[in-house]
Structure formats: structure tokens, C-alpha cells
């Protein structure tokens, strides 16, 4: 452990959809970044902080909400049911539940719904300023890109709209979103660094097409723990400044 890092405590939201929440092992990615916090001696300084509540973790609580979009989408315009939004809750999240750091991973309800992809960033970003709007000074939202989904598995992917190469298709054009997204925040100073989950993931590493398997789960929970440190490593650096 860098003893830097016993100067800084901090609130650490986990939120999103399913992937979040953990769908089917509870706890999911969370459950990996609570122990690597755990053996790195920072739990004590690592309060996570939601509404929700699950997984093996030492901080069982978190903000992931499976079925959920960017913002709620009616079944009219869905090829897979109406959608409740993150978006209409998340002042209700940031208000009652402060977090310090924010690790942001959705959108893949909007591909499954077939959703106004097109405009996909539009409410992604929406969603990003009401959260920074929130965030302390010394704060920071990390934007995660999208795992891949694979078509050949239809449990939760509709083969009447989606082949293989349509879905790899959809993914990519939402991430070229939130990458361009990510750009834009960091040139106007905002508190968002992208995170590049879909680096992280193949579709070797997913359970049902679009959940991670259980060694998903544990790839994605040691990805965000390097978030995490990174963003230790910045406010030590910042301390230190003159």
C-alpha cells in the first residue's frame, strides 16, 4: 500500500445497469474490487455508497439497477419492453447518497432496446452533467465504454433485429459516442476520465451474450480497481503540489 493513500478518504459509487447490480452472481464486479481494496489495506478509507445492497464485498452497497437505460424508454419504442431511465433517479442517488468518485457503466439496455442509437450520446451526456453537477471539488466520473454482446447467444438479444455483425455494429457506434464524449468533458475541464471497459472484455468472457461470466466479472472488478488507484495517485499528486 502507497502510505500516500492514507491521507484521502473516499465515497465511491457504483452505478449502472445489470452489469452493476451483478445479474445473475450477486454482487458481480463488485465483489472482485472489494477484495483487491480489502488486501491493499484501503478499506477503511473506501466507503462505497447507494441505496442498494449485495455481494460478498466488505461494502456491500451500490447504485446498479438491472434493466436500466440511460433514460426510460417507452415500449413503443422498443424492441424489447419499456425501460426505466437512470436519469430520472439520479438526483434522488447523488443527493441522498454523496460520492466522491462515480463509476458509470450504461447504455447496453439502449442497444438491446434497439433505442435511438443515433442519438445515443445526446442523453448519455445529459445524464454525465446532472452527475458532475453533484460531484465535490475534487471529484470524478469515470465513463466506462460497453462490453461486447454476442448475438449468437439469443436469450436476451432479439435475432429477429440483431445478427452477430449488427450488434458488433451497435456497440462500436455507442462507444465511438462515448469515447467522443469523454474528449469533449475533459477539453471543457469537467471531472470525467473514460474508462475502456471494452478493452477489458472479449465475448469469451461473457455468460449469457451479455452478462459477464464469473472471470468477466473478476477482469472487470480489477479494472476498476486501477481506477480507483489512478484516481488515489492523482490526489496524492495534487497534495503534493506547492
Partial sequence: MNREYSRICCRVMCLGDSI????????????????????SGLSAQIQFTGPNWGGTGYDPRHAGYSGYSIENI??????????TGISGIIGWLMGS?????????IG????????????FGVRLE????????????EGMLYLATLPPMDAKNGLYISRDYFTEETMDAAVEACNRQIRALAK???????????????HVLEKKDLYDGVHPSESGYRKLGAFWFSCLLAYLNDRCSADDMP
Fill in 108 to 119: 447496453t439496455n439502449d442497444i438491446l432496446s434497439l433505442y435511438a442509437l443515433e442519438t
Fill in 184 to 198: 469533449k468533458k475533459e477539453r471543457q475541464g469537467a471531472a470525467v476520465r473514460l474508462a475502456e471497459v471494452s
Fill in 20 to 39: 452493476t447490480d451483478g445479474f445473475w452472481m450477486t454482487g458481480g464486479y463488485r465483489n472482485e474490487l472489494c477484495e483487491r481494496i480489502f488486501k
Fill in 126 to 137: 445529459r445524464l454525465i452533467d446532472e452527475i458532475t453537477a453533484y460531484l465535490p471539488q
Fill in 97 to 105: 447518497y454523496p460520492a466522491d468518485i462515480v463509476f458509470l457503466q
Fill in 74 to 83: 417507452a415500449q413503443s419504442d422498443s424492441i424489447s419492453g419499456c425501460r
